[in-house]
Nanobody
Framework: QVQLVESGGGLVQAGGSLRLACTAS????????MSWFRQAPGKARVFVAA????????RYHDYVRGRFTISRDNAKSAVYLQMNSLKPVGAAVYYC??????????????????WGAGTLVTVSS
């Protein structure tokens, strides 16, 4: 089993930045592609960004491309999401996820094997 714990959420003004972190325990961290999702109140969970097991490839939702950067440090069993130029979209919970392959939007649960409990991010106007 893999346990994922997110941190770094908080309240930030539009145009500001936050850096989220996710630390993993359990099975070897480097075996998994890692990704971030977000979910606003009353809305479906949506894909944000993903990174391969060795960090050689990344994927972003068009909405965040150019503003967000995903990275990982396998020695620390950690994945990060640097969020810049945040838009005033209100509150959303950001979830860290681990999967054998990169997430697939068309597959059940995006093919994710493990989810973190989430960290709350609120962007004010």
């Amino acid at each position: 089993q893999v346990q994922l714990v997110e941190s770094g959420g908080g309240l930030v003004q539009a145009g500001g930045s936050l850096r989220l972190a996710c630390t993993a325990s359990g099975r070897p961290f480097s075996n998994y592609a890692m990704s971030w999702f977000r979910q606003a109140p009353g809305k479906a969970r949506v894909f944000v960004a993903a990174i391969t097991w060795n960090g050689d490839s990344t994927r972003y939702h068009d909405y965040v491309r150019g503003r967000f950067t995903i990275s990982r440090d396998n020695a620390k069993s950690a994945v990060y999401l640097q969020m810049n130029s945040l838009k005033p979209v209100g509150a959303a919970v950001y979830y860290c996820a681990a999967s054998a392959l990169m997430p697939n939007e068309c597959g059940p649960n995006w093919g994710v094997d493990y989810w973190g409990a989430g960290t709350l991010v609120t962007v004010s106007s």
